[in-house]
């Protein structure tokens, strides 16, 4: 850190008599080849100082949040396909300078040349803390042991990016984010650019009412936002090497009245061809929250798959991760109902906290049924994507191989 920013840093640090403590993140997001936003919450407000630039150079560029408790630094002049790292500094107590650094990195976005990608994905992050036994013991919280044994293991992946098939709370609330999500997930998030497919529970329990309309704003765009489509945060896309993840948001389907349309002449279906015509000769890979095949406890939401699953074939998707069921799930590609070999895989990517659900019935498209919590590791090399799925437990519950 040079002497003019830390002469700064103890003249300002003499304005407040404590130390205010990141109670929140940092966590990364809305990545490009070029940018990279920073977020992070204080306890109380204050100043504060990042320092980034190409690993291990930490501290090639400064930037400053005003005083505050939610932060905000928009990291510009990045290259593509560069690892990087960064420093958070707030004020220390003796108001003479700053607190030990909070750390962290990310990569850019690749260029299409580049032809590696990897990622982690999982899916409900929510469930509420349990009640009591009848006889007053504790019970054991399950679904935060669980949590905390994916992030344990997920910290250890080598990753691009982290992505949600939804539903990261149980309330949807974000008062309940830092217990069910930003916590165990710090260090997960902290180098990995969050991207998220809505669940039902981002829309709150009330989304059947129109009086919910100001729910998502207030709570889930608290914490988390997007900026490649008009629709943000509901649905948008992103391309990074050989590759297009695109997120799309089925809650209308789930009842969400503020969620957009999803029937053949709905902006978001007429984006989803558009979107899915530009991308040419790349990986084309969906995530949303509501099954289209399902055999758990919810089964396929056919709202869903009556809208969009001919799309997905006709333009050449090749995986779609989704949630919604409380299991994992992995189909046969599938190709007008049938197993076939030119057809779309779909993965249920279901729950990393609540209890997992049980298989309700047979189908012909599935290729492999486990009831646990999991998370997902995806690879990309070239024309191949290999996508290894694990419990928290880090037993190895699946592996499958797709071609482009």
């Known amino acids: 850190m040079?002497?003019?920013?830390?002469?700064?840093?103890?003249?300002?640090?003499?304005?407040?008599?404590?130390a205010a403590q990141i109670i929140?993140?940092?966590?990364?997001?809305?990545?490009?080849?070029?940018?990279m936003i920073v977020k992070w919450q204080t306890d109380e407000a204050t100043p504060a100082w990042l320092e980034y630039g190409p690993s291990p150079r930490c501290n090639q560029i400064m930037t400053v949040t005003p005083e505050g408790t939610q932060h905000k630094a928009i990291l510009y002049g990045l290259v593509p396909n560069q690892d990087f790292c960064y420093r958070i500094y707030v004020n220390?107590?003796?108001?003479?300078?700053?607190?030990?650094?909070?750390?962290?990195?990310?990569?850019?976005l690749y260029s299409a040349e580049r032809k590696v990608v990897n990622f982690l994905a999982l899916g409900a992050t929510g469930e509420d803390i349990p009640l009591p036994s009848p006889d007053g013991l504790p019970v054991p919280d399950e679904a935060a042991m669980a949590r905390a044994g994916l992030a344990a293991l997920m910290e250890q992946e080598e990753s691009d990016f982290l992505i949600h098939?939804?539903?990261i709370t149980h309330s949807g609330l974000n008062q309940d984010a830092d217990r069910e999500f930003f916590e165990p997930f710090k260090n997960v998030l902290s180098k990995n650019p969050l991207f998220v497919a809505l669940g039902p529970n981002e829309y709150g329990p009330d989304r059947e009412q129109r009086e919910s309309k100001s729910f998502l704003r207030t709570n889930y765009s608290r914490y988390h936002d997007m900026t490649w489509s008009?629709?943000?945060?509901?649905?948008?896309?992103?391309?990074?090497?050989?590759?297009?993840?695109?997120f799309l948001d089925t809650n209308v389907a789930e009842g969400a009245v503020w969620a957009p349309e999803i029937g053949e002449k709905s902006a978001q279906t007429e984006w989803l061809k558009s979107?899915?015509?530009?991308?040419?000769?790349?990986?084309?890979?969906?995530v949303m929250n509501a099954p289209a095949y399902s055999t758990g406890a919810r089964g396929s939401n056919n709202e869903v798959a009556l809208n969009w699953v001919k799309i997905f074939e006709d333009y050449r998707v090749k995986l779609v991760i989704q949630g919604g069921d409380a299991d994992y799930e992995r189909t046969f590609p599938m190709y007008r109902g049938e197993p076939n070999a030119r057809g779309v895989t779909y993965v249920t990517l279901g729950t990393a906290a609540p209890a997992p659900g049980k298989r309700q019935h047979s189908d012909a498209s599935t290729a492999r049924f486990v009831s646990t919590r999991h998370y997902a590791s995806g690879k990309i090399v070239d024309r191949k994507l290999t996508l290894k799925v694990y419990s928290d437990k880090g037993k190895q519950l699946d592996t499958m191989e797709i071609y482009l």
């Open 230 to 246: 008009k629709a943000t945060p509901k649905y948008y896309s992103f391309d990074t090497a050989n590759a297009r993840f695109i």
């Open 24 to 35: 929140r993140g940092p966590y990364i997001e809305d990545p490009t080849q070029t940018t």
């Open 165 to 167: 098939t939804g539903n």
């Open 2 to 18: 040079n002497k003019i920013l830390l002469l700064s840093l103890f003249l300002l640090g003499g304005v407040y008599a404590y």
């Open 92 to 108: 220390n107590s003796a108001k003479d300078g700053v607190q030990e650094p909070v750390t962290g990195t990310f990569r850019t």
């Open 275 to 286: 979107t899915l015509a530009t991308a040419g000769e790349k990986w084309k890979i969906v």
